[in-house]
């Protein structure tokens, strides 16, 4: 009884002492901040660069633009991101992934800073620390230039639908004062854009500057006040909690750009240089303006390649590997792999890679890139141990006896008799397996790695043009599959002549 | 006749699957150069007794002995080298599909006795002609006619050069018109003075090859006798009956 006592309460420490861990991290922050000597500033300086993250779907703020063959990240935050980089004697790095991801990545250590017309809400100031506000905005509608004499602001749109980009501050101002509108959020604000000229929203709430640009550059639709009422403190530079020597220095740049009225004179008329320059190039040339584009497009096939076949690879080995252990008669490597491929078949692999960049982030820092290609890996691996072992329990028992009977051993076995024919068998399962971890390695977009999928996304955005760079898109993941399928049948053939 | 010490020895054998006692108290000796032709009803053990002498089957208790060493006690490792010495022929011939006559034959030799492929293949091709396939080299098991594939398998157990032959049914999946050719290549092999156990349905193969018969059922080796005796005189009322279905028949 009293051994069981001790068990018990040796397991609660264990377990409490894993709760407390991030929250000591902090506290420790905290201490170290009340007396604003904390490392963050010292770390960067060390680095002698910032990092800066963003979701560059989002102009005039942040958006790509195809400069000279090469995409870059432009707009009035980066020149914010510039400024404090400067001011601070580092260079400015910039990371793009997901709006919703910013935060997470700033909380895990992946990025230093993140501009990205974030607003500065209380319930987002308790997870980070904000700068002041470099920029106040309005807020506007963007509706279809049909609609221009049914809706004035979002009073008219009830029981309509309107679009606002997931865990912005327009969504929740729809959900706050717009109760009888349907709100619809979407990652990407080109997404909602695209999804209002296609009928699926009535209207898409966003900040005036984005609402000018949209308006601007996309036929067919209009910007109108918005009419919600706003008590919002402005976009603010989001630092990690406790960084306050960061969030000092930042307050300082942006007490010059707002001494100077940077913004307005020179960052939005540059960011607008940048959209015009963009436009008038491609009404040069109207017939081929993806043709524009090619390079974007040229880079994700290459970058989708890349992951796809390093991860049907290791996926394979480590499959194998898997289906040998689940077939084995030793009861813990049974035990290990059947729990293996049942969790990691039983959850999304949108999680399982969310959670290797931000959740092992926290212990080990591993590339956006690296960390994809680790999940689809890992994911694919438990696909292709069922497919392997079905193949291997397809071969008759007689085959495995009479190579036993000659002496062979049991690896020798598997690899001489089994595995051959096993494999043969399986051939057109393994394609289909290996087809669909190339359509599934787009998740990777996600986290910023710049795959076909997050290319098509920055064509989208810096064409205005919803439909497409998907087109395009949709051809290339096809050609690719297709390619993959001919080349399966072709050893498939080659199999089936012995 | 040269009849010498015991190369197989079976003490107290038992084998059950779940709760069939399929092998109730096997006492069994094969001496070297002797042929065994193991008889009797169908679901008798025959084939479980085949199987747990060379451990494809394990036993639930007792011995078998191989050149004075238990074979129930050894590990993997240790009883791959001692099914070498072992040949099997199965009555569904499992040969490897995947590859050629010669390979088939070759791949035991190279992978486990590490010959080089050119001692393997002049091995396999002298094989070949022993058992009268020499221009099937090439071909896949899946051209071949089953009396050609059986006679393929018998090639390839002996290319390990074994010590006993095991005969598992050789000709039970065979049409009849094939039989024959079998049974000719299990008696040169017989008369050349090797080992063989042999599991069969052919009473005239028996006869004329075997120098014992060991009749067996319900779990029992019933009679071990000369043929001569066993087909003229059967002891046991079991065996009576077999020989009387099986000879009308």
């Not at chain 1, 800066?52 to 400069?67: A, H, K, L, R």
């Not at chain 1, 669909?436 to 955005?461: F, M, N, P, T, W």
């Not at chain 2, 120098?211 to 001569?228: H, L, N, R, V």
């Amino acid at each position: 009884m009293k051994k069981a006592w001790k068990w018990l309460e040796s397991l609660i420490a264990v377990l409490l002492l894993l709760t407390l861990m991030p929250q000591k991290a902090s506290a420790a922050d905290d201490a170290s901040a009340s007396k604003a000597t904390d490392h963050y500033l010292k770390k960067v300086k060390d680095k002698g660069e910032i990092v800066m993250g963003t979701s560059p779907d989002f102009p005039p703020y942040e958006f790509v633009q195809n400069i000279n063959g090469k995409s870059k990240i432009v707009g009035m935050d980066v020149e914010v991101g510039h400024k404090i980089a400067h001011d601070l004697g580092v260079k400015l790095v910039v990371k793009t992934m997901d709006f919703d991801s910013l935060l997470v990545a700033l909380e895990t250590g992946k990025i230093d800073m993140v501009i990205s017309g974030m607003t500065a809400t209380p319930k987002r100031a308790q997870s980070v620390d904000f700068s002041d506000a470099y920029y106040r905005s309005g807020q506007a509608l963007l509706i279809r230039k049909a609609d221009k004499d049914k809706y004035h602001d979002y009073r008219s749109l009830n029981g309509k639908t309107i679009g606002a980009q997931t865990g912005s501050l327009q969504a929740n101002l729809i959900k706050e004062q717009a109760k009888k509108a349907k709100l619809k959020t979407m990652d990407k604000t080109t997404d909602l854009v695209l999804a209002l000229k296609t009928n699926k929203f009535d209207a898409v709430a966003v900040d005036t500057a984005t609402s000018a640009a949209f308006a601007k550059n996309t036929d067919g639709i209009i910007a109108i006040p918005s009419g919600f009422k706003i008590t919002s403190d402005g976009s603010a530079v989001a630092f990690h909690k406790g960084a306050t020597s960061l969030v000092k220095a930042a307050n300082k740049s942006i007490a010059a750009i707002k001494k100077q009225d940077l913004i307005n004179q020179v960052y939005l008329p540059k960011a607008g240089k940048y959209l015009a320059g963009g436009k008038s190039k491609k009404e040069a040339k109207v017939s081929n303006s993806m043709w524009a584009y090619k390079d974007f497009f040229i880079a994700g096939v290459g970058y989708t390649l890349f992951i796809s076949a390093i991860s049907v690879v290791f996926g394979f080995l480590l499959g194998a590997i898997l289906a040998l252990m689940r077939l084995s008669h030793n009861q813990v490597a049974h035990t290990v792999a059947t729990a293996y491929i049942e969790f990691v078949r039983g959850t999304p692999l949108m999680v399982q890679l969310l959670f290797i960049y931000f959740g092992l982030g926290l212990i080990i820092n591993i590339p956006a890139m690296l960390s994809g290609i680790i999940a689809v890996s890992l994911n694919s691996a438990a696909y292709v141990a069922e497919v392997i072992r079905s193949g291997i329990n397809s071969i008759a028992v007689g085959q495995t006896e009479a190579s036993r009977s000659l002496g062979l051993s049991r690896f020798a076995t598997m690899r001489y008799v089994i595995m051959p024919q096993a494999m043969k068998n399986i051939w057109p399962a393994l394609g289909n397996e290996f087809v669909s971890l190339i359509k599934e390695s787009s998740i990777v977009s996600v986290i910023g790695v710049k795959d076909l999928i997050y290319q098509s996304r920055i064509v989208q955005a810096d064409t205005y043009r919803g439909v497409m760079p998907l087109v395009i898109t949709m051809i290339l993941y096809f050609i690719i599959t297709f390619g993959l399928s001919s080349l399966m049948k072709v050893f498939e053939r080659k199999m089936n002549h012995d | 006749m040269t009849k010498k010490e015991p190369v197989i020895k079976v003490e107290h054998l038992k084998k059950l699957f779940g709760n069939n006692e399929v092998l109730k108290d096997i006492n069994a000796e094969v001496k070297d150069g002797q042929v065994i032709c193991l008889v009797g009803p169908s679901g008798a053990g025959k084939s479980t007794f085949l199987r747990c002498l060379n451990m494809l089957d394990q036993p639930t208790s007792g011995k078998v002995l191989f050149e004075n060493q238990d074979l129930t006690s050894l590990k993997e490792d240790q009883l791959d080298q001692l099914r070498e010495k072992m040949g099997m022929v199965f009555q569904q011939f499992n040969l490897f599909p995947h590859m050629n006559i010669i390979e088939n034959i070759k791949l035991a030799p190279m992978k486990v006795k590490n010959q080089s492929d050119e001692e393997a293949a002049a091995n396999a091709a002298e094989l070949l002609r022993q058992v009268g396939l020499e221009d099937k080299a090439e071909a896949f098991p899946a051209s071949l006619s089953g009396g050609q594939q059986q006679r393929v398998a018998i090639a390839r157990a002996l290319a390990m050069d074994p010590e006993v032959m095991l005969f598992d049914e050789p000709t039970s999946a065979l049409d009849p018109e094939m039989v024959g050719e079998v049974l000719k290549v299990m008696q040169d092999l017989a008369q050349r003075g090797m080992t063989m156990v042999v599991v069969t349905h052919e009473m005239g193969f028996a006869k004329s090859v075997a120098d014992e018969i060991w009749f067996m059922a319900d779990g029992y080796i019933q009679e071990k006798t000369s043929p001569q005796e066993f087909f003229t005189q059967p002891k046991t009322k079991r065996a009576q009956d077999f020989l009387a279905k099986v000879l009308e028949a």
